[in-house]
T-cell receptor, first 112, second 116 residues
């Protein structure tokens, strides 16, 4: 079935460092979304991308919709302790099925 | 800020029992979804619902599952005869009908279902 490959699976970084994670697929997407999930909570939307090549920022977060429409990345600059959590990429496939599929997540740990 | 609310937050049930998970989507949203997340794993699509009918469902959403919008505010997921492998966090989500925002899902905090 359709699959999003998200990497890395987990990251251990120092506070203040920049973070980069990405998602790739063999399928073409109409929409890319990045969510953050805190323990015991539902995913919260961070950034939504709608056009190939689109680069969007939300504070210290920046995400891009890949030119091929098969990938996306999320960058976090100058990480802070509250950035800890699981980051999921998600997307809506080109055939516009009424579902969003998720990657397996990147678990971000920040070392003191 | 409007939010998706889910009840209960935790549900413990015996294998073979029926459970109903409840959700109140954001009031002006028209697309509704159920997802589940097995502990430590990714968020998996179960079903989408629009205009009072299922618009898409995954292979996970078999005959044991059903959804209903019994009134203008609630959206429920029923599991008829629970199995051990149904233990997971179940998330309800809804989205706005606008052209560019119907893909943006807003999630509830989830119902943790434990099947014993």
């Amino acid at each position: 079935g359709q699959q999003l490959n998200q990497s890395p699976q987990s990251m251990f970084i120092q506070e203040g460092e920049d973070v980069s994670m990405n998602c790739t697929s063999s399928s073409i997407f109409n929409t890319w979304l990045w969510y953050k999930q805190d323990p015991g909570e539902g995913p919260v939307l961070l950034i939504a991308l709608y056009k190939a090549g689109e680069l969007t920022s939300n504070g210290r977060l920046t995400a891009q919709f890949g030119i091929t429409r098969k990938d996306s990345f999320l960058n976090i600059s100058a990480s802070i302790p509250s950035d800890v959590g699981i980051y999921f990429c998600a997307g809506q496939l080109e055939n516009r099925d009424d579902k969003i599929i998720f990657g397996k997540g990147t678990r971000l740990h920040i070392l003191p | 800020e409007p939010e998706v609310t889910q009840t209960p937050s935790h549900q413990v049930t015996q294998m073979g029992q029926e459970v109903i998970l409840r959700c109140v989507p954001i009031s002006n949203h028209l697309y509704f979804y159920w997802y589940r997340q097995i502990l430590g794993q990714k968020v998996e699509f179960l079903v989408s619902f629009y205009n009072n009918e299922i618009s898409e469902k995954s292979e996970i959403f078999d005959d044991q599952f059903s959804v209903e919008r019994p009134d203008g505010s609630n959206f429920t997921l029923k599991i008829r005869s629970t199995k051990l492998e149904d233990s997971a966090m179940y998330f309800c989500a809804s989205s706005d009908p606008d052209t560019h925002t119907n893909e943006k899902l807003f999630f509830g905090s989830g119902t943790q279902l434990s099947v014993l």
